[in-house]
Structure formats: structure tokens, C-alpha cells
């Protein structure tokens, strides 16, 4: 699985790339319904096949050298038009497809990838998934989570400060929610407070967010969701794109800048992007939190081959993100003026390394999805130049998933994971023991299409291997040591019901299965970046969930909406906390003494419930009005308390104005409220509540001709009316922050407007 399996899967896909197989191709054009005038620079998209193109000027499109056998769903996209899409059955013969496409003030129908392991129409796919597109990502947020928390109802985020955020996912965070990149998991340091997402916030084309278990896709960690994370298809054979993006945030100097280009030649594909990001300590209504900057540097690329037998891309990326912290006990100066882009200690530099090797080839009447990779993440925290804590870790992972061809309405797809990290200490201090790490998994998924229903049910087995390592620093053990193996299987059942065009329900129930992680078995010591010693609990059993959902879909021109349920009971829930008094005090490198407050790791039984909502009115073809609402109920039913760390309810409200402007495209004004409900409910033993607020944000933007070339220009304003405002999942706000004050905290930002550019590249 490492460097020899990847050698010789470059040796087949070479091998597969000279064979004489025929191939397909797909031609055709698209319209307006109405009219029957051609439209050009709508998008198609083959998402299975990872390809896409634009229409010419006379609507045309084609696509060359695909495989000659399989279903495909085309998907077609064009602003001011409602999407479509078509499924078509390939074969050595050429296909001549074309789309008449409908006005509409709304866009539905998309394609969805990760809801089910068969792609499929979001109407069709039972999972409650939302897509979040590129020009939705672009704003005044400071990382990728920032971002979809603002656009994603049920996603929320834990952060500390402006430089790290945590996904949540109807009350599930940290190892519960896993992040896909460039086909697999995201591995870095997941189990802790202020260890955030290592992927640039310029790279998705469009991001794609599973809410509730999905265990049986992605194995052990995803009990609360998948944010799946998809690049830019490859184009058509014969061009060249690219894209710029800059933009500009005045609270905290934020300057974000990405380049982008990506090709294809006679099926040899390629991509590559560079991002940068800096940003000076962020202004809150109180001051400028002390040493809270950041930047990072992103690079990226891909090399591959599209072909008749399928594709194969080996992707590799390096990011590199230093983050700064401010140590303060409660009477200390929380607050300046400072504009320095230079970070003090303590702070964080983070490295992240990956290579994909992402394969779909066709074999026999279907075909075999391939996902190989190698991650090293390296984690440095700082409280001088030599690092005091230091994770090194090493993942190997294998995903193979075959998919039979659809038959009398039925889909099949089987597959087997693995995995395996190998993480060393390497600085002076010692949180978690150095640890080994073994997972396997093998899953069955079937899918029945008939009539307006749709059912798929699938069952999955998962074994986790872990093994602490024993360390005795001066005759006194720090870590013991633990080996623990755990297996389980679990199982979804799923349905669909399309009532009519304007109506669709959509129904989920399973179990699903967490093991513990070498954090919450073995941890002791001082964790800098959140001001506390931890302790580990070797005698963790994994955590069960037993979770259901319903959704209903509904709507036309002029309203559209849903409505969802969701109920997740977790036996043996997870997670660490403290009481008052529980303190340790610490010997520091420098001989002075510091005390921490003292978090244990145990396990309670937690049932969480809630509600998710949007109801949106397009009252004319320019103007929109969107509401989302949601809200978590979350309870430790083994101490009658509420649990920890659950985010407020809250309900964003958005008018949105498109009129014409001549000599403008897509001009657009938008001015929204985010309405955050108070949280008094939560754990009176180590936390405390945060009181409602309401945020005043706005919008404005167009597109520009430059000749072939279009320009768009925006700018985006959060929180104008400079609120003072404490979150309920920010790690600064008081009582998460010191145990000794419950009123010493750090408020979150204050007022901050973005401005940005986005070019979109045709180079050939």
C-alpha cells in the first residue's frame, strides 16, 4: 500500500491507457425551451467521470474518448435556467444528447456524489445532503468551514480565535464528522479542540455536506456527517482553464489571493493551483485579540489520464498554516492595536502532505473506484523556537468500491477500506502516547428504483486495531501504554417518494460506530493550544448510534422549502470534562510553575434531536427572500444535564435583489440577518451560556466582459452594526477559557467587509 502499490497501480493504468478498447462519445446541444436560440457557456458536467465542458457559441458540446459501456448522469448548468439532467447508457457508438433548458428564478435537480454510493438526483437520494457551489464559497470567511457554517443549515463550527474551525454537524463534532479530499479521508490531528481543517478554502468547486450517519460510506468516523470536497473537473480534451481569485477583509487585513490552471491533451490531464493567505490580529467591538493572526501557503496539482477504460489522477498537495495564540489568565490584557503581521509565541505550524491516487476503470458491466493515499501531518506547537509538542503522523489508506451495472431497476455496489497510522512524538513535551493504528471495513449496498420510489439498504462490518506506546521520561511513566481492538457491524435502510414535480419525502434509519482514538485513550499532559492537562481513559468502549431522519421537500416557482427531523441516541458517548477545583500544576521548561484545569475523559449515554428548515420565496424573477432554520436539543440522559458544547439555535434571513442593469451581468444585492437564539442549555460544571444576538450582514456583486472574459467583482459585509457577541461553540468565550473567572473571555469579531475579484480562465 505504499510506495511499490502505487508503482504498480501506474504500471496498470499505463498498461489499460494502450489498449485497443473502443470509445464513446457524447455530442449534442443546448437551448432555451422558449425560444429555440442556442445557449452558450452553460456548463455539462460527467461528475462520475470527473469531466466537464462548455457550449459554444452555437450551443454545442462534445465529449471525446469516454468509456464505451455504463450509465452516466449529465448534468447541464446555466445561470437563470433551472438545471437538468439525463442519464445516458454508453456504448462504442456515438451519442447525440441535447437539452432544451427553462427559465426559472430557482435552481434544482442537482446532481449529488456523496449522499449515496450511487450518484444520483438530489430528489432520488434519501440522505440529507446540501451543495455548496464555488461563487456560494466566496465571501469575508477565513477557512473553508468558516464558509459552508454560513451556508449549510445543521453545520455550525467550533473555533478558536479566526484561524481554526472544527465542522459540527447536528451536534457532532471532532471525530464524528469526517472531511473528504481529492477522494480520501482527511487525516490530521481530528480528536483536538483547536485543530482545525488542513485544506485550502480557494480549492473546492463545489463542496457537498452529508448531515447524519454515514458510517457505512466512510467507515467508523463519519457517525455525524461527511463534508466531501470536489475540484474542478478536468475539461474537455483540446483546453486549457484556469481561474484567479483575490480578495481583501478589513478587520483583520485578510488578503486571500489563488491561481489556478488545469488542462487536458488527447486525455493527458493535468491541474495545478498556488494560495496564500495573511491576516493580522482580528478586531473585536472590545479590541484586537492579542496575537491572533495567521497565514498559510497551499500547493497543489494533479496529473493524469481520462480515457475510454476510465481515469486515473494522482493528486499531491502541501499546506503549510501558522497560527497564533495569546496565553491569558484572567486579569491579563486581552486586547491592542497591534497590526503586526509577525506571530508571537505561542503559536502553531502546521504541515500537511498528501498523495492521491483516485481511479475509476471500467471492468466487465461495471466499474472499479480505486482511491489510494499517503498523508503526513505534522503538527508543531510552539511556546519558543523548539516545538513542545510535536505530532508526527503517517496514514496509508486503501478504498476500492465496485458498482454493478443497474439491472431491472436495481444497483449494487461492494467495497473494502483500510487504513493505517503510525504517529511519533517528536518534541520536548507529551500530550498523547506515540501510537499504531490498524482499520479495516467491508460494506454491501443495494439501490431499487421503481416508479416514483426509490429504496437502498446496505450493512457494513469495521474492525479497529490500537496500540499505545509506553513512555517513562526520568524513572516516572508518562503514558502506560494500551492495546484495544474493536469490531461491529452496522446497517441503513433508506427511501424516497416523489409525490409529484413540486413534492418528494425522504426517510433514514440506522446504527452506526465510533472506536475511541489514541487521544481519548491515552492522553496525559499539558495540551498548549487549549491551556489544560487532559487524561485519557484506556477502558473507553466504542461509541453506537442508533439515529433517524425524515425530510420533506416542497415547492414551485414561487415557494420552495423543507422541513426535517432528525433523532441520534449514541451509547457510550465520548468526551472530556472538568469540575471546579480539579486542577494539576506543571513544572514549565522555563522552571516556573503553572496550574491547568484538569479535563478527564469518560462516556455518558446522549440522545440528540432536532430540527432543520428552509422556506424560501421568490416573489419575482429578481427578487429572493431565503430562510434556514436550525436547532439541536442534546441531552446527557446518565446525569439528567444537558451536553456539552451544542451550538444555539439560529435563523438566517436573506433578501436577495438580481435586477437587470444594463451594460451589468448577474448584478446582485442581498442584505441578511442571523439571528442566534440563546443557549441556556448547557453544562453547568465547566461551561456557561451565551446570551441571543443578532448580526446585520450584506452583499453586492456583478460580472464584467472583458472580451471572451468574464470579471466578477463583490463585496460582502458580516456583522455591520459591530455587535458585541460571544458564540456558543467559540472556544474563547467565557467559562471554556478559564475555570477560575466564568467572565473572562474574548468576544468574536467585529464588523468586517470583504472585497474580491474572481476571473475565470479560457486559455485554449
Known sequence: MKLKTISGILLIVCYFSILPIFAAT??????????RLPIAGATISLLQLRSSTSSDQQG???????????????????????????????????????????????????????????????????????????????????????????????????????????????????????????????????????????????????????????????????????????EPNVPTSGQIKGEVLS????????????????????????????????????????????????????FSGMLGMNKQWGYSHLNFSYMKNNIGFHEADPGDLLYNDSKSRTLDFPRQDIRHYKLALNNNFVLGGGNLKLDLGYQKNQRRELEEATPSLFFDLNTYSLDAKYYLSEKNGWQHVFGISASQEHSVNKGTEFLIPAYDQIELGAFGYAKKTWGENTFNMGLRYDYVDNKGKQLIIDDEEQFAGFKNRFGNVSGALGYTHIFSEDLNFKANAGSAFRAPNPAELGSNGVHEGTFRYEIGNEDLKPERSYQADATLEFGHSIVTGSIGIYENYIHNFIYASTTKGDTKTVVGEDGDPQTYDVYRYGQVNANLYGVEGSLNFHLMNWIHLDNTFSYTHAQNNSFDRPLASIPAGVLHNTLRLEPKVTGLHAFYLSVGLDNYFKQNRFDDTFETGTDSYTLLNAGIGTTLRLGPQHLKVFATASNLTNKRYYDALSRLRPGRLSQEDPNFGVYNMGRNITFGVYLPLSIK
Open 60 to 230: 454545442h458540446y462534445n465529449f471525446k474518448s469516454l468509456p464505451s459501456s455504463g450509465r452516466y448522469l449529465v448534468e447541464v448548468r446555466f445561470i437563470g435556467y433551472q438545471s437538468m439532467v439525463k442519464t445516458v447508457e454508453l456504448t462504442a457508438e456515438d451519442l447525440s444528447v441535447d437539452f432544451a433548458l427553462t427559465e426559472s428564478i430557482i435552481e434544482t435537480n442537482e446532481v449529488v456524489v456523496t449522499g449515496t454510493l450511487v450518484t444520483a438526483q438530489s430528489r432520488r437520494n434519501s440522505t440529507s445532503v446540501s451543495v455548496v457551489s464555488k461563487d456560494e464559497l466566496q465571501g469575508n470567511a477565513t477557512n473553508l468551514i468558516d464558509a459552508l457554517a454560513r451556508q449549510v443549515p445543521g453545520l455550525t463550527q467550533i473555533t478558536t480565535g479566526q484561524g481554526i474551525s472544527k465542522p459540527v454537524i447536528r451536534g457532532l463534532g471532532y471525530n464524528r464528522v469526517v472531511t473528504v479530499s481529492d477522494g480520501v479521508k482527511q487525516m490530521g490531528q481530528q480528536w483536538g479542540d483547536e485543530h482545525g481543517i488542513e485544506i485550502d478554502q480557494n480549492q473546492p468547486d463545489r463542496v457537498e455536506v452529508l448531515r447524519g450517519a454515514a458510517s457505512l460510506m466512510y467507515g467508523s468516523d463519519a457517525i455525524g456527517g461527511v463534508i466531501n470536497i470536489l
Open 26 to 35: 457524447i455530442s449534442g446541444q443546448v437551448t432555451d425551451s422558449k425560444t
Open 247 to 298: 480578495s481583501y477583509s478589513t478587520n483583520n487585513g485578510l488578503t486571500n489571493s489563488s491561481v489556478m490552471l488545469t488542462g487536458n491533451e488527447n486525455g493527458f490531464v493535468w491541474r495545478g493551483r498556488g494560495s496564500y493567505q495573511n491576516a493580522y490580529s482580528y478586531h473585536t467591538p472590545a479590541g484586537r485579540y492579542i496575537n491572533s493572526g495567521f497565514n498559510n501557503s497551499n
